[in-house]
């Protein structure tokens, strides 16, 4: 037992400092020796390197000890059960179809759980989770390496918050920081409740609620039936039995109860609300019923704003961002507190190349709910569509250190790295995105360029030569791979090279670079007859007719020296620029938009 104490200790000394492979390592030696114990499954779930794994670590705790909260905290941050509720949900106005849910003494109570109300409870505790994040979660990231002091700032994403939403951080373990969905309390976006009705003949109702709000659909299930068998004139309980079997996954049964519930009751713009994500969830989803669905809603109470960001999330889903975009421009002013409504708006903005609305928006949502991780994938996508890499690094940082499978999003990471000046990092992202999905053409090719600007010859050409195979239509892959082979010193084939390129270049910038680098190849060539002389004095030409702001400056001097002394018509030295640098940003390495991020609904 002794030995298994001083293990135990080692592991939290070597998660402290950050050590994720000895921690491994020596829980997977404690866990040989006792699986029963849950801390040793919890701590486990911090030192995986996948998604998958974490999930099955915090299954295996609660399977010992089912009222573990930083497990299940961690299941629901990780996207592997529901979110829980946080708070009671905020009173509704009265709508018309509301009329037919009075109680018997008349009264009518209708809630539900928005954004807003999430933030004023998570405000604070946003706070700590995140300088926990830069503590923990970074080092996990780059192991070996102190990233944590070169984490950007997390505190500006509370800025919703007032000094008056304070709240108390759960005390951290002495024995060293914890990750940051152990920290949660609770999440923070509560799951919607679109009615409330009073029934107090029946305790089974309060049970049910309770149930309900804690995401226990089981239970819930359970006790609304037990309150729809006593109160069969009830409408809302058809409806709830349609949202409970629909959150637990069971498309036919939520289906069946939300049509019987609207055959009660044709008005009822929630159930036109459930049916429609009843559809889409179905094994052959029905979206053009769910459209139908959706504007019934919308038609019946123009308040419900989770009836509109369903309808434009189907919308993107199906590439029409600009209809999407039209029905949350027509939401309600209250769906500005709601992260998901928010959440669907960014997704349109950048679909509409918009990306600082859409970067806008994204923070938004991460001030209001810090678990939607989706918030923040599409927020450092954004930010790299405007141009700004560097302010990107900070949300992909955060996303990439809980998502660790999501390649797309490794990629970007590395542009990040880059563009904070930090190429070693980059690689790594690069590195690790090729590891999980080693068929994106995209990053092959930003690995090879950065190989490029490191010189490193052969690993740029086996990376640009894969990009061009996968990308055979991308200027930048094709002039890659041309340049590589001219640092190589393979002189033909990068002019051969050039020249393919050439029906690829379109703008003024890709034609820069195209005669350019071209007009090097020729010059480099063993063979220099004058047939070969008048191609590079073409090119040079050609490159100094381009408007001067389209390259960099400094070529135009270059190309002036080039055609100067390939004019002289005796034998002269070539120019002592033989395998120039280019350091220009926009020629070299031309700025693209980020690949679309698929949309995902909340």
Not at 27 to 39: A, D, H, M, S, Y
Not at 122 to 131: M, P, Q, Y
Not at 206 to 231: C, I, K, N, P, S
Not at 346 to 373: C, G, K, S, W, Y
Request: glycine residues 6%; charged residues 20%.
């Amino acid at each position: 037992m002794a030995a298994e104490e001083t293990m135990y200790a080692e592991v939290l000394s070597a998660i402290d400092a950050g050590d994720r492979a000895r921690a491994r390592d020596l829980l997977t030696r404690l866990l040989k020796i006792n699986q029963e114990n849950p801390q040793y499954w919890l701590w486990m779930s911090a030192v995986v390197d996948s998604s998958k794994e974490r999930v099955y670590c915090l299954k295996e705790v609660l399977r010992r000890d089912p009222s573990n909260e930083a497990a299940r905290r961690g299941l629901i941050f990780s996207g592997a059960a529901p979110k829980e509720a946080i708070s009671a949900p905020a009173p509704l106005i009265r709508r018309n179809w509301q009329a037919a849910m009075q109680s018997e003494s008349g009264g009518l109570n209708k809630g539900r759980a928005m954004g807003k109300t999430a933030l004023t409870v998570g405000g604070a505790v946003l706070l700590v989770a995140l300088v926990l994040l830069g503590i923990f979660g970074a080092r996990f990231f780059s192991a070996g390496r102190d990233t944590a002091e070169r984490l950007p700032t997390v505190a500006a994403v509370v800025v919703a918050a007032t000094p008056s939403q304070t709240a108390t951080a759960a005390p951290a373990d002495s024995s060293g920081p914890q990750p940051l969905w152990m920290q949660l309390k609770a999440t923070y976006t509560a799951t919607p409740l679109a009615v409330n009705t009073p029934h107090p003949r029946t305790e089974a109702y309060r049970l049910a609620m309770r149930a309900y709000e804690h995401g226990d659909w089981a239970a819930a299930l359970g006790y609304f039936e037990q309150v729809a068998t006593a109160e069969p004139d009830a409408i809302d309980m058809l409806y709830y039995l349609g949202e409970v079997n629909r959150l637990d996954g069971n498309a036919a049964a939520a289906l069946q109860a939300f049509e019987n519930t609207l055959a009660r009751d044709a008005e009822y713009a929630p159930a036109h609300l459930g049916l429609a994500r009843a559809l889409l969830m179905q094994e052959k989803p029905a979206p053009a019923k769910a459209r139908t669905a959706l504007e019934k809603a919308i038609e019946l109470d123009p308040a419900l704003v989770d009836a509109y960001t369903e309808l434009a999330n189907l919308l993107l889903a199906q590439g029409d961002a600009a209809a999407a975009q039209e029905v949350l421009e027509a939401a309600p002013p209250a769906a500005l507190d709601n992260p998901f409504f928010l959440l669907a708006r960014a997704r349109a903005a950048l679909e509409l190349d918009d990306p600082q609305a859409a970067a806008d928006d994204a923070r938004r949502v991460t001030a209001l709910d810090i678990t939607l991780l989706d918030a923040y994938r599409l927020q450092g996508a954004a930010l790299q569509a405007a141009g700004d890499g560097k302010d990107s690094l900070q949300p992909l940082l955060t996303y990439t250190t809980y998502a660790p499978d999501d390649a797309q999003a490794l990629a970007w990471l590395g542009k990040a790295y880059l563009a904070d000046g930090s190429a070693a990092d980059a690689l790594q992202a690069f590195d690790r995105a090729l590891k999980i999905d080693d068929t994106q053409g995209d990053i092959y090719l930003e690995r090879g360029l950065l190989y490029l600007q490191q010189e490193d010859g052969e690993r740029a050409l086996a990376d640009l030569e894969t990009a061009y195979k996968l990308l055979p239509r991308n200027f930048a892959a094709a002039l890659g791979l041309g340049r590589a082979q001219l640092l190589l010193g393979y002189n033909g084939k990068a002019y051969l090279q050039f020249n393919v390129t050439q029906g690829l270049a379109k703008s003024d910038a890709e034609k820069a670079q195209l005669y350019y680098y071209r007009a090097l190849s020729l010059e480099r060539l063993e063979k220099q007859d004058a047939g070969v002389i008048a191609a590079a004095i073409k090119d040079w030409k050609a490159l100094l007719a381009l408007p001067a702001e389209r390259f960099d400056p400094a070529w135009v001097k270059e190309a002036e020296q080039h055609l100067a002394a390939l004019y002289t018509p005796t034998v002269t030295p070539r120019p002592a620029t033989a395998t120039p640098t280019p350091v220009p940003s926009k020629t070299s390495t031309p700025t693209r938009t980020p690949t679309k991020i698929a949309t995902r609904k909340p």
